[in-house]
């Protein structure tokens, strides 16, 4: 089993000291978010995190088989891009609290069933654990392609934008800015429909929701676009400095921070919570970026 080995020998693989702590930084989280639900079911949005941001920390597309990915990698016979290979590392370090709840609940399980009951559950238990394993390690590289993903996205832009003649003309070229600013105008009117004006009719209720299912994938393209306008800002050197992490991760940090709380409080809702949130906190970045992208920028 080729993959298993290669992720064994990555475990103990000094390259991968970062993607180990962040498979372990992610531990209290998956007990916290699983506690209600474990061992029927597990939480892995953690490790997901995870993954992305040794997705980020790992990203290299000069590396051999840089852009190989999990499946063409399992079905090629390949090895992973190093990225991705962290991600899974993060995954399966992270799946530690999965593995210990399956096998207390089959130790309880033994204890309390008698006769052959008690031993399909034995015999369960080493099939049950590598696919919790397997499954926390593709949440973990599902996340590290986000993250490699960004960072390719960053350097195609930055890379465009540095091989233009005029850098100042290429910043007055970008219009990702329109769709900041559309966003800008675009969800408090949605926000203040939905949740301030609360139609009770059917065909409010369905503009309004189709309103949300509009807005939301439109928010996640505004954060691609700020994210894409402001690597082309800061290559083309007009003074300032954009820190587009802090501009999309903001919104990002918003949605988990909310998504958590809302779990703590043990809401009916919370992805729900958290996507709110997280349209809320985009649009006050949108605001602060586009402010500061017209005092160095012409957007006439």
């Known amino acids: 089993m080729p993959p298993l080995r290669n992720t064994l020998a990555d475990l103990a693989d000094e390259r991968f000291r970062t993607a180990v702590l962040l498979g372990l930084a992610s531990i209290p989280f998956t ?22 941001l040794a997705g980020l920390h790992y990203a290299d597309r000069s590396a051999e088989d840089g852009n190989v990915g999990l499946l063409e990698a399992v079905r090629y016979g390949k090895r992973p891009s190093v990225s991705r290979r962290a991600g899974v590392v993060a995954g399966v370090v992270g799946s530690a609290p999965a593995v210990g709840w399956e096998v207390a609940y089959t130790a309880e399980l033994v ?8 031993a399909i559950a034995v015999v369960a238990l080493p099939i049950v654990v590598p696919f919790l394993v397997a499954l926390f390690g593709l949440g973990g590289g599902v996340g590290a392609a986000v993250g490699d993903w960004l960072v390719s996205q960053a350097d195609r832009t930055r890379d ?11 910043a007055d070229d970008s219009r990702w800015w329109w769709l900041i600013a559309a966003y800008v105008v675009v969800a408090p009117a949605v926000l203040l429909y939905v949740f301030g004006v609360s139609p009770d009719s ?28 402001a690597i082309t800002l800061l290559e083309a050197g007009r003074g300032w400095m954009p820190n587009y992490w802090v501009y999309v991760g903001a919104p990002l940090g918003t949605y988990a921070v909310a998504y958590l709380a809302a779990r703590f409080v043990q809401s009916t809702n919370p992805s729900g919570v958290g996507v709110y949130a997280f349209l809320i906190a985009l649009w006050l970045s949108s605001i602060v970026y586009l402010d500061h992208r017209r005092r160095y920028v012409s957007v006439s």
């Open 31 to 52: 007990v916290a978010l699983s506690w209600e639900s474990a061992p029927m079911s597990f939480s892995g949005e953690a490790v997901v995190v995870a993954g992305l």
């Open 160 to 170: 465009g934008a540095s091989s233009r003649a005029a850098p100042d003309a290429a």
């Open 202 to 229: 059917d065909a409010g209720l369905l503009v309004a929701v189709l309103s949300l299912f509009v807005l939301v994938p439109f928010a996640v393209f505004v954060a691609v676009a700020l994210f894409k306008d």
């Open 111 to 118: 204890w309390t069933l008698s006769g052959w009951q008690g």
